[in-house]
């Protein structure tokens, strides 16, 4: 398999839908949880597939 992108990485594709979950479930924390450990907890699910993403732009560049 070719691949065009990290989009394409099934490692990319896992982490990406597990942070739209992690937001899903995050929304019935308590409201005053808002702003210190959901707002952690998004951020911190969003890192992995950014990461992913520029680790891939990183090797494409050298």
Do not use: H
């Not at 937001?23 to 019935?28: A, H, N, P, R, V």
């Not at 959901?38 to 050298?62: F, G, L």
């Amino acid at each position: 398999m070719e691949y065009r992108g990290f989009r394409d990485l099934k490692v990319y594709q896992l982490s990406y839908q597990l942070a739209l979950e992690i937001f899903e479930i995050t929304k019935g924390f308590p409201k005053e949880e808002m702003y210190s450990l959901t707002d952690q907890i998004r951020r911190s699910s969003r890192s992995v597939p950014s990461n992913i993403a520029e680790a891939w732009r990183k090797t494409k560049i050298s």
